[in-house]
T-cell receptor, first 114, second 112 residues
Framework: NAGVTQTPKFQVLKTGQSMTLQCAQD?????MSWYRQDPGMGLRLIHY???????DQGEVPNGYNVSRSTTEDFPLRLLSAAPSQTSVYFC?????????????FGQGTRLTVV | AQSVAQPEDQVNVAEGNPLTVKCTYS??????LFWYVQYPNRGLQFLLK??????LVKGSYGFEAEFNKSQTSFHLKKPSALVSDSALYFC??????????FGSGTKLNVKP
């Protein structure tokens, strides 16, 4: 199994450009989520989904959109990139929405907005 | 609201010595606590979790964690550190509304 796959691994955007970060999992997990990691701040939840067609906001959703049309895929869209969105982005999934289940993480996407 | 705190930005330990990485938590209801490790330029890897039951939880790579309800702590431990344990460690709590809350991370440096 590939687990959680994120593409691309690195990306440089100009301010105002749009792009989509891709996330796919092959474990048939119900729950998927996006985090951003910034130095000294741990990981902060951007958006999450508890199943196909269902999404909700996390701590820092502004500037990001998500959709979940299939169980496998959970893309994150930046509509108009800003320098404040320079970060490392992680996608994660878990097989259950129950609180006692761990998450599996992708390798990350390092995004720089200039 | 749920939260975790990792009071140390960095922990330095000599190879072969025991190590402890500290975590305290604040939750309402039952705590579901996790430890993850991140190696450079990699994603987070699951180490162990506390759900209920034994206060000493054993995980991957020889790590264990001690749950202490009275002190609201969930410290990560290993009896004998390896240089290869050097990495960034995150404590996390998950609520029943599908959200994980991560600490700010502790960088572990194990010196030969």
């Amino acid at each position: 199994n590939a687990g959680v796959t994120q593409t691309p691994k690195f990306q440089v955007l100009k301010t105002g450009q749009s792009m989509t970060l891709q996330c796919a999992q092959d474990m048939n997990h119900e729950y998927m989520s996006w985090y951003r990691q910034d130095p000294g701040m741990g990981l902060r939840l951007i958006h999450y989904s508890v199943g196909a067609g269902i999404t909700d906001q996390g701590e820092v959703p502004n500037g990001y959109n998500v959709s979940r049309s299939t169980t496998e895929d959970f893309p994150l869209r930046l509509l108009s990139a800003a320098p404040s969105q320079t970060s490392v982005y992680f996608c994660a999934s878990s097989y259950s929405t129950a609180g006692n289940t761990e998450a599996f993480f992708g390798q990350g996407t390092r995004l720089t907005v200039v | 609201a749920q939260s975790v705190a990792q009071p140390e930005d960095q922990v330095n330990v000599a190879e072969g010595n025991p190590l402890t990485v500290k975590c305290t938590y604040s939750v309402s209801g039952n705590p579901y606590l996790f430890w993850y490790v991140q190696y450079p330029n990699r994603g987070l890897q699951f180490l162990l979790k506390y759900i209920t039951g034994d206060n000493l939880v054993k995980g991957s790579y020889g790590f264990e964690a001690e749950f202490n309800k009275s002190q609201t702590s969930f410290h990560l431990k290993k009896p004998s550190a390896l240089v290869s344990d050097s990495a960034l460690y995150f404590c996390a709590v998950r609520d029943n509304f599908n959200k994980f809350y991560f600490g700010s991370g502790t960088k572990l440096n194990v010196k030969p």
